[in-house]
């Protein structure tokens, strides 16, 4: 009689390769089993699995959909549609919502029960610690109360200073870049970042960093490095299991980068500032001083140097990017809009009578059109991309949906703002529609912090009085990538022209 196949295995002994043969599926299989029975066989998972959403595979969930990083924009769009504005994701075992609906995300975001940000924030720990943007809420609450004081609005012309020093160096860089013969195209992002690092670096702690001046800045390279990974980390799913962490070098690349900075610059320099601090103990913090924001938190004790290090690392991180980012997108969308961008041009030059002088609040304050050039190009490529939650409680969809409390959610802010309910003719660039659709204000609300916009303006006003900008790449080209910022694949090349 023949021999069935698993007589022919033990006929031929117990071979590794034979137990890996059987081991590897059997376990396999024995997870699955094990995932169904702990996870989707629970009472809030069926819950969650009745909302619409795409297909879920063992394991990766629907993280199939962010395997092409380049696609995740797109991908959300689709699933939008298909399950109206709300769908629910698994990614791996964790479970998320991710909304487009305006009126969804102003109960969820408004909701103090919901403060508790995303699970995936946790993945800048390493670079924030506790800081500010990933912190539990009991902290962060503690934390915004003490920094308060350094947001409001009567600081802000001692910060005009800062922003109009770092913009006249940014520009005298990009002079030397873009000259009147020498114009070349290229992604102009990484001047915008330096130039915010510096702006920070002197906001907070009163210190030179130098980093716009020194391009091979170690800093400079060490953070935007730590950047990319806490991006990777949340979204290459991969990079989650531990062995492909290390083989793909991302644990040494953490560590070594962490490393640069808190032996280079911010260390010392805190250590330096903690000194000086302890030595003026009996000085009262001064309104018209710098922000020094780290002053305010060494001032109740409660804060070391590491906390500090933390601090600062986040508002650097919560500052460079983005502002970057916001900058390098406009000045594409006015190249690719030469009408739009010679009447704002014409503002600036009937504001400004000469392109060196320092802005001044007032300045800022006349500048009608540059504010709603920035919110239509804030609107139209939104540097934010996604906000994430954790629902504190139960949120009621309606039609007997419910999203479970404890769910990770995410609002995808592109998406909102490319929305034809909120914005008629979405696709088009146009900062009049600012003047009349203070309604939509449900669109942006979230998305556009007030504080940000002043650097956003000094730096662009700054930019714009000296150059025009033109590009060679059609907007149908751009391939959007989701970061803790939008990313463009290939970067925004623009070509810059000395104006005089
Ligand atoms: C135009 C530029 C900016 C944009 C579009 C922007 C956008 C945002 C958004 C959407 C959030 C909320 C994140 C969330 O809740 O998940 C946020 C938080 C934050 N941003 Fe900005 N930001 C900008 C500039 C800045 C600047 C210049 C700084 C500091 C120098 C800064 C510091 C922070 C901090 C510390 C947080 C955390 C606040 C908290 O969780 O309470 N941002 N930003």
Redesign the pocket.
Known sequence: MESNWIDRIFEKGWSPRISAGIVIPGLFILSVAVYYWWIAGREWARRFNKLGGPICLPFLGCGWIILNPNRIHEQIGKYGKIYKKNARFWLGHLPYFITTDVEIIEKILTNPANFE?AEAYSNSHFLVGQG??AASVPK?KKD?KVMLPCMKSTMFPTYLENFNKNSAILVEILGKIFTHDAQPSCDIRQHFARCMIDV?FETLLDTDAKVQKCPESRFYEAFTECFHIVESKMFLPWTKFPPLWYLLGYRDAEKKNMDILRRTISEKMIRQKMEDWRQNNNNETDENQRLQMAHYLYQTGDYDSTDLFHQFL??LA??YD??ST?LSHTIYLLALNPDIQRKLIDELDSVFEDAHRPATPADLEQLKYLDLVLKES?RFIT??PM??RTLGEDLDLGMGRVVPKGCNILVSAMHVQHDPDLWPDPEIFRPERFLTQSGNEKGTKF???K???M??KVLLSRVLRNFTASTKKPLNTCVFQYGVVLHVLGGLPVTLHPRR
């Open positions: 940000k500010l943007v962060w915004r920070v986040t508002v919560g500052g983005t502002t916001v804030m540097p934010t906000l994430g998305f556009t912090p504080f940000a916009m650097s956003v």
